[in-house]
């Protein structure tokens, strides 16, 4: 294996709402995971994480100081395993688009200076970041919309759902039926919350397991009444209509559309669902969207310690789709924006080959030359596009997942043969599992615990981040948790300095 991958996020849960295991795992486990990557000859150790999750508990201002804490904790084991054993380490980093109390805006640049100082002591750590708003897609087949808890919406459509895997668009059109599933939607949504965990989702779930129909869908089955619809709405700001290019403005959110016209949002999201005979795709852009705009994503896309990352393509096929943001970094970075400074093409493919292909130690790929990989893509950028998401039942047992195709590669050469040519598969299957190129040559470089120089280096650092934690622990008692969180606002608002060597701006 080229690594291990884990969760550390109270978003992760299977289909009964328990979180996944790596999630409140303890720093031993966690080390002892580590030193097993490096003596298993290297690779990457990668997580999500909130850097927040101490307990499966809703995060609530009263307990900001568990929660910073554990913040500096993280930060411990991830230097130790990286520093310590050798071992290069990936962390996923977004942004909210809607801020929880306590979370600030710009965070994700404390985030960032942790892994300067981090990788200034020895460190090799990265921070994956996605190249574009990361967004829940609607549609009435996915069911992954505000609308799945209305009765009316259950009684009438998926039935229809599951016999012929599509919504009858005529019914749901009929006047009397659209009023009464919106009817029942806001009667959840004005109701008292129930006190329900909705602080966690569940991805993917199920209602039944044998019913494919359910597979992979958005729910919110650790939930209680209501929670998903309550889940839209506090995002109704964040609502948009597909778009290729994946930045909308504020105006054109149902928020602000429903404002406008004097509706309810969710007779908004409805009637744009309805569009197209129902083949509409709408986007809650739920993730790096906060300033409506693509500032926060070029910013940490340029950055020296990141690398791009975090799409899902297939994890949750039922609500999301990220197939094709390599794709939209050449077509909305390089050749199309309008909003904001555009990257050149050298940068764009820099960024999604080379960069990552090193980092996870495959040097034998990555750029084109000789005695490389011959992995290259023959590119039309004239003709390169994002297709609009489907959403298609496919699956085994025929359950639904999104998919998006691309437009304009004209050939995918994968070492040496042609397996795409002009979006049709030729039927070679030249591929073989990727393994770790350095399983078998003992322990990597890094590695600092085999030598008495090595393990006091360690020491010493180790005592050093100690310190910094007690020191820590001392602010936030002293001055609160609020003021130290307010001193965080205030140093994160200097802009992270951008890879020249990335960027053209």
Same mark, same amino acid.
């Given at each position: 294996?080229?690594?291990?991958?884990?969760?550390?996020?109270?978003?992760?849960?299977? &289909?009964?709402?328990?979180?996944?295991?790596?999630?409140?795992?303890?720093?031993?486990?966690?080390?002892?995971?580590?030193?097993?990557?490096?003596?298993?000859?290297?690779?990457?150790?990668?997580?999500?994480?909130?850097?927040?999750?101490?307990?499966?508990?809703?995060?609530?201002?009263?307990?900001?100081?568990?929660?910073?804490?554990?913040?500096?904790?993280?930060?411990?084991?991830?230097?130790?395993?990286?520093?310590?054993?050798?071992?290069?380490?990936?962390?996923?980093?977004?942004?909210?688009?809607?801020?929880?109390?306590?979370?600030?805006?710009?965070?994700? =640049?404390?985030?960032?200076?942790?892994?300067?100082?981090?990788?200034?002591?020895?460190?090799?750590?990265?921070?994956?970041?996605?190249?574009?708003?990361?967004?829940?897609?609607?549609?009435?087949?996915?069911?992954?919309?505000? !609308?799945?808890?209305?009765?009316?919406?259950?009684?009438?459509?998926?039935?229809?759902? *599951?016999?012929?895997?599509?919504?009858?668009?005529?019914?749901?059109?009929?006047?009397?039926?659209?009023?009464?599933?919106?009817?029942?939607?806001?009667?959840?949504?004005?109701?008292?919350?129930?006190?329900?965990? $909705?602080?966690?989702?569940?991805?993917?779930?199920?209602?039944?397991?044998?019913?494919?129909?359910?597979?992979?869908?958005?729910?919110?089955?650790?939930?209680?009444?209501?929670?998903?619809? =309550?889940?839209?709405?506090?995002? !109704?700001?964040?609502?948009?209509?597909?778009?290729?290019?994946?930045?909308?403005?504020?105006?054109?959110?149902?928020?602000?559309?429903?404002?406008? +016209?004097?509706?309810?949002?969710?007779?908004?999201?409805?009637?744009?669902?309805?569009?197209?005979?129902?083949?509409?795709?709408?986007?809650?852009?739920?993730?790096?969207?906060? &300033?409506?705009?693509?500032?926060? $994503?070029?910013?940490?896309? +340029?950055?020296?310690?990141?690398?791009?990352?975090?799409?899902?393509?297939?994890?949750?096929?039922?609500?999301?789709?990220?197939? $094709?943001?390599?794709?939209?970094?050449?077509?909305? /970075?390089?050749?199309? =924006?309008?909003?904001?400074?555009?990257?050149?093409?050298?940068?764009?493919?820099?960024?999604?080959?080379?960069?990552?292909?090193?980092?996870?130690?495959?040097?034998?790929?990555?750029?084109?030359?000789?005695?490389?990989?011959?992995?290259?893509?023959?590119?039309?950028?004239?003709?390169?596009?994002?297709? *609009?998401?489907? !959403?298609?039942?496919?699956?085994?047992?025929?359950?639904?997942?999104?998919?998006?195709?691309?437009?304009?590669?004209? /050939?995918?050469?994968?070492?040496?043969?042609?397996?795409?040519?002009?979006?049709?598969? $030729?039927?070679? +299957?030249?591929?073989?599992?990727? =393994?770790?190129?350095?399983?078998?040559?003992?322990?990597?470089?890094?590695?600092? /615990?085999?030598?008495?120089?090595?393990?006091?280096?360690?020491?010493?650092?180790?005592?050093? +981040?100690?310190?910094?934690?007690?020191?820590?622990?001392?602010?936030?008692?002293?001055?609160?948790?609020?003021?130290?969180?307010?001193?965080?606002? /205030?140093?994160?608002?200097?802009?992270?300095?951008?890879?020249?060597?990335?960027?053209?701006?």
């Amino acid at each position: 294996a080229i690594g291990f991958s884990t969760s550390r996020t109270l978003l992760h849960r299977d &289909k009964n709402g328990v979180l996944v295991p790596g999630t409140l795992a303890a720093e031993e486990e966690l080390l002892a995971i580590g030193k097993a990557v490096a003596l298993g000859g290297g690779g990457v150790f990668e997580m999500a994480s909130d850097f927040m999750s101490y307990d499966d508990t809703p995060h609530v201002p009263e307990d900001h100081i568990e929660r910073l804490e554990h913040t500096g904790r993280e930060m411990i084991w991830v230097e130790q395993i990286s520093k310590g054993f050798g071992v290069p380490v990936s962390i996923c980093l977004g942004i909210p688009s809607v801020l929880a109390a306590g979370v600030d805006k710009n965070g994700y =640049r404390m985030v960032f200076k942790n892994v300067e100082e981090a990788n200034a002591d020895g460190c090799n750590v990265k921070l994956q970041v996605f190249t574009r708003p990361q967004g829940i897609q609607l549609c009435w087949a996915s069911r992954s919309h505000p !609308f799945m808890e209305s009765p009316t919406f259950m009684q009438h459509l998926v039935e229809a759902l *599951r016999e012929h895997r599509t919504v009858d668009i005529n019914l749901l059109k009929r006047p009397e039926i659209k009023q009464q599933i919106i009817n029942e939607v806001a009667e959840l949504l004005d109701a008292e919350a129930e006190d329900d965990a $909705t602080f966690g989702l569940v991805l993917p779930t199920s209602t039944d397991e044998d019913d494919a129909l359910f597979a992979g869908n958005f729910n919110c089955s650790v939930n209680g009444k209501g929670a998903l619809a =309550r889940f839209f709405a506090n995002g !109704f700001d964040y609502i948009f209509k597909w778009s290729k290019e994946y930045e909308p403005m504020k105006e054109e959110s149902a928020g602000s559309v429903a404002k406008k +016209l004097g509706l309810h949002p969710l007779e908004v999201i409805y009637d744009w669902l309805c569009e197209d005979n129902g083949k509409q795709v709408v986007s809650f852009l739920f993730m790096n969207y906060h &300033k409506y705009s693509l500032e926060d $994503t070029t910013e940490m896309l +340029l950055h020296k310690d990141s690398i791009p990352g975090l799409g899902d393509a297939g994890a949750h096929a039922g609500f999301i789709v990220d197939s $094709t943001s390599h794709t939209y970094l050449l077509t909305h /970075y390089v050749r199309d =924006r309008v909003s904001g400074p555009k990257i050149s093409i050298e940068t764009a493919v820099k960024l999604h080959t080379s960069d990552p292909a090193h980092y996870f130690g495959l040097d034998d790929r990555g750029i084109i030359k000789e005695g490389f990989k011959a992995d290259i893509n023959v590119i039309n950028m004239d003709e390169l596009e994002c297709c *609009r998401p489907e !959403f298609k039942f496919d699956l085994p047992k025929g359950a639904g997942r999104w998919i998006q195709e691309s437009k304009g590669y004209d /050939y995918t050469i994968l070492t040496g043969t042609i397996v795409h040519e002009f979006g049709q598969a $030729t039927g070679n +299957l030249p591929g073989r599992l990727v =393994r770790n190129p350095n399983r078998g040559k003992g322990l990597p470089a890094g590695y600092k /615990y085999n030598g008495i120089t090595g393990k006091m280096s360690m020491w010493l650092s180790t005592a050093k +981040l100690e310190t910094k934690q007690m020191a820590l622990r001392v602010l936030l008692r002293v001055l609160g948790p609020d003021n130290v969180l307010a001193l965080g606002s /205030y140093l994160a608002q200097t802009p992270l300095e951008s890879n020249l060597e990335h960027s053209n701006l």
